[in-house]
């Protein structure tokens, strides 16, 4: 059985997050959604809240199992036994940071990642910016999965 790890805040899970997940179905048998916990980030929902979120954004796909944690990642898919991280990336900055965390969680544990660029027109889209957009007073609903809107 494959599976994968796909980690993020997910503060709010956006469009472009539900794309990733949609495109990691397709090659693993389980993916499991990490939501990390990270006070640094300014969050604006609990952990239990994006969990319950994205849980019921799912409640109908079996192969999915949504957890929060906090740490490494890497102790995580070896906590859940999968066997790829799935990360997505919006840009070259991106890439980068990402390259260095998949060699790093490489070495520390063999786990492979896996790089899903975004879809051409949610490059932009990251929870920071909702998250900024929305303490302002905006309308983030264009961003977001339909059934969290």
């Known amino acids: 059985m494959r599976k994968g790890l796909f980690v993020?805040?997910?503060?709010?899970?956006?469009?472009g997050h539900e794309s990733i997940v949609s495109r990691a179905?397709?090659?693993?048998?389980?993916?499991?959604?990490?939501?990390?916990?990270?006070?640094?980030?300014?969050?604006?929902?609990t952990p239990e809240e994006r969990v319950e979120a994205i849980e019921q954004l799912y409640a109908d796909e079996p192969r999915i199992d949504v957890v929060a944690y906090e740490g490494l990642t890497v102790d995580l898919?070896?906590?859940?036994?999968?066997?790829?991280?799935v990360k997505g990336v919006r840009s070259v900055h991106d890439f980068?940071?990402?390259?260095?965390?998949?060699?790093?969680?490489?070495?520390?544990?063999?786990?492979?990642?896996i790089l899903l660029?975004?879809?051409p027109g949610l490059e932009s889209i990251s929870s920071t910016l909702l998250r900024e957009l929305q303490t302002h007073g905006h309308d983030i609903s264009e961003f977001l999965p339909s059934s969290n809107r």
Do not use: W
């Open 25 to 45: 179905l397709g090659l693993f048998d389980v993916l499991v959604i990490g939501v990390g916990v990270n006070p640094a980030k300014k969050p604006l929902h």
């Open 8 to 15: 993020g805040t997910f503060d709010p899970f956006t469009i």
């Open 117 to 119: 660029p975004a879809e």
């Open 96 to 113: 980068e940071f990402e390259r260095e965390q998949a060699d790093i969680n490489r070495r520390l544990s063999g786990i492979e990642t």
């Open 77 to 85: 898919a070896r906590e859940c036994e999968a066997q790829y991280i």
